[in-house]
C-alpha cells in the first residue's frame, strides 16, 4: 500500500508537471496571438490614416469632389482585396486577376500611381486598351418613366439633368440663388473646365424645383457624389424591375447629357450650339453628337436648321434664305429646304 502510495503520488506528480507545462504553452500561444492581433491592428490603423492624408493631398492638389471620393474608394478597395500598396507587383497581380473592364483597370492605375507619386515611389504601370464606342441614347419615354419612379428629390435632379444637360457635379452645386424663378433660367457654374453658362428651364421643371424643401444654401441635400450615386443606383434598379425593362439599367447621370447633346444635334443641325450649350471649350468634344444623331436618325432630312442668338445672326439666315420656325431654349431656330 505505501509502495503503491508512493507510485500514485510521482504519477500525479507528473500529471501536475504536464498540466503546468501546458498551460506555460497555452499561455505563450495566447500572448503571441495577442502580439500579432495587436499588430494588425496597427498595420491597418497606419494604412487608414495614409489613406486619409492621400484624399486631403487629392484635395489640396485641387482635384474634383467626384474625382477625390473615386479615387479614395479605389485605394480602400485595393486594401480590401489584399493589397500591398508599397508593393507595386501586388498591385498588378490584383488587377491581373480581376475581370472588371479596361476602363476601370485604367481607373485603378490613374488612383494607385498618385498613391506612389505622394509616398515619392513609381512604378512601371500595366496598360490597359481603352474601347472606343458611342455611349448609350435611350428613348425619351425611358428617361420620362425613370424619372416619374424616383423619389421627389431624385426626380427633380433628373428632370434638371434632362433639360439643362448638366454634369452631376455641376447640378449637385446647384444653390438656390442660381435659379431665377421669374425668368425661368438655371445659371450653371462649370466642372472640367468647361465654360459657365445660363439655361431655360420648363414650367414643369420649375415647380418640381420649387417644391423642394429649402433646408440650407444648396437645391439638392445629398452629401456627395458618392451616395448621391449610389441612391440612384437603388432607385433605379427599383425602377427597371417595376416597369420590367432592363435598359433603364444603362441610364447614369451623364447618360442625360448625351441624350439632350444628340436631340440638340438634331433639332438644329448646328454644332457651335450644340456645343456652347454643354459648355464644351474644344469643339472636338461635341463632334460626337454628330454621329449619334446620324446613327440613331438614319432618315434623310428635309431641311438644313440653323440657330441665331442675335438679331444680326437672324438677319444674315433670312437673307441666305432661311424661315424662322419657333424658339428653343431661347434660340431662334430657322430652316430651309435642302
Partial sequence: MILKSHEAIAYYRQICAIQQKGAKNLAEVESRKEKQAAG??????DIKGKIIDYIWSLKKQGYAESTVLGYGYTIKWLVKKGADLFNPESVKEILAKESCSNGRKANIVKAYTLWLEMHGLTWVPPQ??????????????????LIASCSRQ????????????????EALKLKWTDIDFATNTVRISPEKGSNPRICKISNTLAAM??????????????????????????????????????????????????WKATM??????????VKNFLGHRNINNTLIYVQLA?????????????????????AKLIEAGFEYVTDIDGVKLFRKHK
Fill in 264 to 273: 440638340l444635334y438634331h433639332q438644329t443641325k448646328d454644332i457651335l450650339y
Fill in 128 to 145: 490597359y486598351q481603352l474601347a472606343s464606342k458611342l455611349p448609350f441614347i435611350p428613348l425619351e419615354k425611358e428617361l420620362d418613366d
Fill in 40 to 45: 494588425a491592428t496597427e498595420t491597418a490603423s
Fill in 209 to 258: 424645383l420649387g417644391s423642394l424643401p429649402k433646408e440650407n444654401q444648396n437645391v439638392f441635400t445629398y452629401k456627395n457624389t458618392f451616395y448621391l450615386r449610389k441612391t440612384f443606383a437603388k432607385q433605379r434598379k427599383k425602377a427597371a424591375h417595376k416597369l420590367g425593362n432592363p435598359r433603364i439599367l444603362q441610364i447614369h447621370f451623364h447618360t442625360f447629357r448625351h
Fill in 294 to 314: 446620324e446613327t440613331i436618325f438614319k432618315e434623310l432630312e428635309e431641311y438644313i436648321c440653323k440657330t441665331a442668338k442675335t438679331l444680326e445672326e437672324a
Fill in 154 to 169: 431624385m426626380a427633380a435632379f433628373l428632370q434638371l439633368l434632362k433639360e439643362t444637360a448638366m454634369r452631376c457635379g
